[in-house]
Structures are given as structure tokens and as C-alpha cells.
């Protein structure tokens, strides 16, 4: 199973913004962090504002933080928001469907991997917030 990039953002941004709850980071600030494209970052923290997991304040000393507390954003929640779609093979339009179990054993899969993910959230990625400043404040400073 492979996540995508929108995912994947979604997921650093959420974790940034977790080790830093007492203030405002910007977009720029965030990809300079991971060394990602400020561009990417704008679709997804666009997202993730629609959604309620960040709040977004514009103009002069704005920013973004979290909407929620991290023990409320549940990464199963978020994955499947993210992810348009999980279907892993097109057996739709496989001649041998009729007769093949592929397909539940691939959705049989794909439920056993979101139940993982269900049971954590952001709360439990970033336990250790200080750690995580601390990596990004010197990520920030090369």
C-alpha cells in the first residue's frame, strides 16, 4: 500500500503544527522545515483548513495552527480524508472477477490497516514535542 504526497503532507503539516501548539507557523516556514515545495504545501493546507483540522488566520501576524487538539485527530480519520479512493486493483474490469477473491482478500487488507491507524492519532505522534522542536529549530538553522 503506498500513500500519496497529499498524505504524506497532510501528515507532516498536522505534526509541525503539533510540536509547535503555542503559536502561529506559516506555509514557508513549514516547507523550509521538511524541505518541501512551499507550492505543494498550499493545496494541502487549504484542505486541511476546509476540513477543520487547522484554522488559517490571514493578514499581518497570521498563520496557521491546529483547528483541533492532536488527541482529537484520529489518523485513520485523516487518512481516508486525504485518500480519494483505495481501491488497490481494477477488478472491475477483469475477466476472471466473477471467480476470484482478490478482491476481498485486498479489502480484507485494506480494513486490517485502517483499524491500525484508527487506533492512534496525532497525539500519539507527537508525544514528544519538545524533541520534535528541537529537530525542526535545527532543521530551521542549516
Known amino acids: ?22 503559536r502561529l507557523s506559516s506555509i514557508a516556514e513549514v516547507a523550509q522545515a521538511y524541505g518541501i515545495s512551499q507550492n505543494h504545501l498550499m493545496k494541502v493546507v487549504n484542505d486541511l483548513a476546509r476540513s477543520g483540522y487547522i484554522e488559517s488566520l490571514r493578514g499581518r501576524g497570521g498563520g496557521i495552527r491546529l483547528g483541533r487538539k492532536p488527541a482529537d485527530i484520529n489518523l485513520g480519520e485523516l487518512v481516508r480524508h486525504t485518500e480519494g479512493g483505495f481501491d488497490l486493483v481494477d477488478c472491475g474490469s477483469c475477466v476472471v472477477a466473477p471467480a476470484c477473491r482478490l478482491t476481498g482478500v485486498l479489502q480484507e487488507a485494506l480494513c486490517a490497516f485502517l483499524s491500525v491507524l484508527d487506533r492512534y492519532s496525532l497525539a500519539d505522534l507527537a508525544a514528544e514535542p519538545g524533541q520534535l522542536e528541537r529537530i525542526f529549530g535545527a532543521v530551521g538553522t542549516r
Not at 500513500?3 to 501548539?21: E, G, I, K, N, Q
Open 1 to 22: 500500500m503506498k500513500l500519496t504526497l497529499f498524505t504524506d503532507y497532510s501528515m507532516r503539516v498536522l505534526l509541525y503544527l503539533a510540536a509547535r501548539p503555542d
